[in-house]
């Protein structure tokens, strides 16, 4: 068996362990190492980043972008010279210390997780990096819209290959720039089906069964901003009337993936919401990730009100759990849930409609199949795809 290549992944710069790319590139690592092959992961050297099956590169980011954001100004500056395609002076130049870290540890591939602009520094890689290195930019969010098509397309020569996490992901890339389709691929995100499980004998008290006329228990988990719908959930709720008193709801998360003072006015905004649902609501925190196992196995229903899901970690755990999922029929939420649970079209009037006619009897019939579904997507059938795509790639067979 051949040997793996030498992989180094770039997350998005000062994220720490709660973001969804940091899970995935963990679980990636992990695999690799199972496999013999080494990883290489660049961190913040200001965030708190644990990946124990790779070599960790902290770096300082705060070089070029001393705050957390950018100006107005600066996303002015950077938006003009994109649309003249020169490099974006601050988006790109952001990614410089990852970029000349990696010039001295020379791995096969660089997978630059798409989350905060990365696709601007794709050139800057593309200089800083040995000719015998590759580079793959591996999308988990949509693009800025503020590259457009030209922009999209010259950035994109600078990688050898495009990796959605969907096939919705990847063809997002088609339709947005000049590309080859033979350079864009997707390889799914897969579920850690040891920590994401149905309950057991032992958990009696996160156990589902209940006494006949009890609530169901509804859970909303991930993060709470706008463009995740949990306005929509609420607002759906409270639009029911006293039939919403048939479910006890938890809103679990943040504004920001990680545990944080204080409130945003989005999350101020929600509890004006949950004060007109006539069930109970309360919200908690952000979460570590062996608390939204324990979550998912309290959940009868997870619902999933995102208005443009890249993938759906949270439906595909919570149906590995054996939670009954209500996720908008948008984005990748169709590609991953299939035909277990249910999509709801993405309204007031949609989720009115599905969180009123839902009963025990379908939480429970559905089950096994929700079950079933989430076990096709291992993380180690996730890596296989991963491998098979560089290998592809890389034979120049794309």
């Known amino acids: 068996m051949p040997s793996l290549p030498h992989l180094a992944h770039v997350p998005m710069p000062l994220a720490g362990d709660g973001s969804s790319v940091a899970h995935v590139v963990r679980a990636l690592t992990r695999e690799h190492a199972l496999g ?30 001393p705050r957390t ?15 003249l395609l020169r490099e974006r002076p601050h988006a790109a130049r952001l990614f410089e210390p990852a970029a000349e870290a990696l010039a001295g540890v020379r791995p096969d591939w660089v997978l630059l997780h798409e989350g905060h602009y990365a696709v601007t520094a794709l050139p800057l890689f593309r200089r800083a990096l040995p000719a015998t290195t590759r580079i793959a930019l591996h999308v988990h ?28 992901m990847a063809e997002g890339v088609r339709r947005r720039a000049w590309v080859d389709a033979r350079k864009v691929a997707w390889v799914h995100n897969g579920a850690d089906t040891d920590r994401f499980h149905p309950s057991g004998e032992a958990e009696t008290d996160s156990g589902r069964t209940r006494p006949p006329g009890a609530r169901l228990r509804l859970l909303y988990v991930g993060q709470v901003a706008p463009h995740k719908g949990v306005d929509l959930l609420l607002t759906a709720l409270g639009a029911m009337g006293r039939h919403a ?6 809103v679990v998360g943040s504004a920001e993936l990680r545990d944080t003072d204080g409130r945003s006015a989005f999350e101020d905004q929600l509890r004006g919401l949950a004060a007109r649902v006539a ?26 009100p995102s208005l443009a899901e890249p993938f759906g970690m949270v439906p595909l755990e919570a149906m590995a759990s054996g939670a009954y999922v209500l996720a908008n029929d948008a984005g990748a939420l169709p590609e991953v849930l299939g035909t277990a649970g249910r999509l709801v079209p993405p309204t007031v009037a949609g989720w009115v409609d599905a969180l009123s006619r839902l009963s025990r009897v379908d939480v429970e019939s559905a089950r096994p199949g929700a079950v079933a579904r989430a076990r096709g997507f291992t993380w180690a059938s996730s890596h296989r795809s991963l491998m098979a795509t560089l290998g592809t790639r890389a034979a120049g067979v794309a």
């Open 36 to 65: 013999g092959g080494r990883s290489t992961v660049i961190t913040s050297h200001n965030r708190v980043a644990t990946f124990p099956h790779a070599e960790t590169v902290p770096v300082d980011y705060t070089r070029n972008c």
């Open 69 to 83: 954001h950018f100006t107005p100004a600066e996303y002015r500056a950077d938006w003009a010279m994109g649309a």
């Open 141 to 168: 969010n949509a693009i800025s819209a503020s590259v457009l098509q030209p922009e999209l397309s010259h950035l994109l020569r600078s990688a050898d290959l495009v990796i959605g996490v969907s096939s919705f």
């Open 245 to 250: 008193s048939r479910y006890e709801t938890r």
């Open 279 to 304: 069930g109970p609501v309360v919200f908690e925190p952000y979460q570590p990730q062996d608390e939204v196992a324990r979550l998912y196995r309290w959940a009868d229903v997870v619902a999933v």
